[in-house]
């Protein structure tokens, strides 16, 4: 063996008992496994993992490192947490498929997540040309961690039809769905919406199951943020079941939460929606964040009529005094779609990030608290600040329900997603601490899930929907993408006072049988490459 690593207790990714034994790792693959009391393995490195726990990699189902993972060898927000896979191309806003027009509007749209990207070479336009530069990474070595990609339906609607509000001809929509197309046969897992953030808001449900439809034939998923985690959430996450079943694809519901002073208590109605579903043959997988606050951008708040043609109109009707004022109406009396329905109430939204660091006197304060300071009005404050930063703010907005979170994360069908926006001076601690909160807080700490199916809920079942054949399992065969760690101390180190702080009791994580982090340090190997959608012809 390359590697064996002795007396580990082994959480093997199916949910059943741990047991000890030892592993043993030959290029890049789980070799073996021996369990105590039978013949020992022998290898070129043996590492004592007493008092340890081996687990799979951790699959981050739902990640905003599309260009984190080309800027950033280290990488350390993911790999320190024991992920070794992360979904990109989510929320329908990301960087393939473009041409120059699309990719110069999708940079601006989503600066906030990602950066503005004058630091990349985007030297692709498909999604295979993205996949293909993933694999490169750095020199050709590679990326830090893993990942796989979504095509995003917000920016295959902008390619096709650019930012306009309307439906789409039969022509745009054809063409839509050759781009879908194209991108599955590259190798994407599936199809991402983001129907709360224009320019895919503006899509009907015809449109979207046309599009599934599509997915479905390859074999791959759709991952919606649906319309609502406010107001209507229920109706929101129904009219993602009945538009899947429709298209007779597999649904997997983006940071599945009911968030909002409406939803309080709900998560069970919820759950009995996915479960009559389930118990008629839908095929229904969510992921979820282990924290109550959300994280997106301030521009994201807005009603979809003041996106409609693209940022540059957006920061026009802003400086209007009079649709200022209408803007203004919509968010806090009426409730825009842009924030879920609900009359958005300015002591919830705490600035995280800024692009222009000459405002950087707004992070970490509310926009009440701001405007307070500032003696005016939060609206005045929040336009200001959207205009002089572009559209270019992030936030967190405190609208969670702890008994909401805790519910949902015990349903069979859960998975892990950070949702974790790693741009911003104060970003949301789920970037860097989401699976050893997971681990430690809830697992260890509350009990709200045993260990095993803690980790079952992290590794085997996001594996299982991205229908990956030799990951999410310690198992002899598998790929060596494994997580060794202290099942007595491991927890996040971020808060949301230090969001960027790594976690404890993660000392080793290795990719293809190397170390990632070896004795709780980031090693300079790039093992990480684009995982694509396991080739299946179309079904005609």
């Known amino acids: ?157 902008m390619y096709a039809m650019g930012w306009e509000d309307r439906e789409a001809t039969p022509q745009e929509l054809d063409r839509m769905r050759r781009l879908v197309a194209e ?20 899509a009907p449900d015809a449109e979207l199951t046309a599009l599934c439809e599509v997915v479905a034939r390859y074999g791959g998923y759709y991952c919606p943020h649906h319309r609502s985690y406010g107001a209507g959430a229920l109706r929101a996450y129904e009219e993602m079941v009945e538009l899947t079943r429709a298209a007779g694809c597999a649904l997997h519901l983006a940071h599945a939460t009911m968030n909002f002073g409406e939803n309080e208590g709900r998560a069970p109605e919820l759950l009995a929606l996915l479960d009559r579903a389930l118990a008629t043959g839908s095929d229904i997988t969510l992921d979820t964040y282990p924290y109550t606050p959300g994280c997106t951008t301030l521009a994201a708040m807005l009603p979809s009529w003041a996106g409609a043609g693209g940022p540059e109109a957006v920061l026009a009707r802003l400086r209007d005094g009079a649709t200022a004022e209408r803007i203004r109406h919509d968010l806090e009396v009426v409730g825009s779609d842009g924030c879920h329905g609900v009359p958005i109430d300015w002591e919830t939204i705490e600035i995280s990030g800024v692009g222009d660091p000459g405002l950087m006197s707004y992070v970490g304060e509310t926009v009440a608290r701001s405007a307070r300071e500032l003696g005016e009005a939060p609206w005045t404050t929040a336009r200001r600040l959207l205009v002089e930063d572009g559209l270019g703010s992030t936030i967190l907005q405190h609208v969670g329900h702890e008994e909401n979170v805790r519910a949902i994360m015990r349903h069979r069908v859960h998975t892990g997603g950070s949702d974790g926006i790693l741009q911003g001076a104060k970003p949301h601690p789920r970037a860097y601490g989401t699976f050893p909160h997971y681990l430690g807080h809830y697992a260890r700490d509350l009990g709200v899930l045993p260990l095993e199916e803690m980790v079952a809920h992290l590794t085997s079942r996001p594996a299982a929907r991205l229908r990956l054949p030799d990951r999410g399992l310690v198992k002899e065969g598998y790929r ?18 230090r969001p960027r702080t790594l976690p404890t009791g993660i000392p080793y994580v290795l990719i293809d049988g190397r170390f990632v982090i070896e004795d709780g340090r980031r090693t300079d190997v790039l093992a990480g490459r684009a995982v694509r959608r396991t080739p299946t012809p179309p079904v005609i």
């Open 480 to 497: 060596a993408d494994v997580v060794l760690f202290d099942p007595e101390t491991v927890a996040a180190g971020a808060t949301f006072e």
């Open 1 to 157: 063996m390359d590697l064996v690593v002795r007396g580990a207790r082994v959480i093997d990714g199916s949910g059943g008992p741990s047991f000890r034994a030892d592993a043993g790792i030959r290029d890049g693959r789980i070799a073996a496994l021996r369990r105590e009391g039978g013949p020992p393995l022998s290898g070129t490195r043996v590492l004592d993992a007493d008092g340890l726990a081996l687990a799979p990699g951790f699959i981050d189902m739902h990640a905003h490192s599309d260009l984190a993972l080309l800027r950033d060898p280290d990488h350390s927000a993911k790999a320190a947490q024991g992920v070794t896979l992360e979904v990109l191309g989510q929320d329908g806003l990301s960087y393939a498929p473009v041409d120059d027009r699309t990719l110069a509007e999708v940079r601006r749209a989503i600066a906030g997540w990602n950066g503005d990207g004058s630091d990349i070479d985007f030297d692709w336009r498909t999604v295979g040309a993205y996949l293909d530069r993933l694999d490169r990474g750095f020199d050709g070595e590679g990326i830090a961690v893993n990942a796989a990609y979504l095509i995003p339906q917000g920016t295959v609607r």
């Open 183 to 202: 991108g599955l046969e590259q190798g994407a897992v599936g199809l991402s919406s983001g129907l709360t953030y224009t320019p895919g808001m503006y």
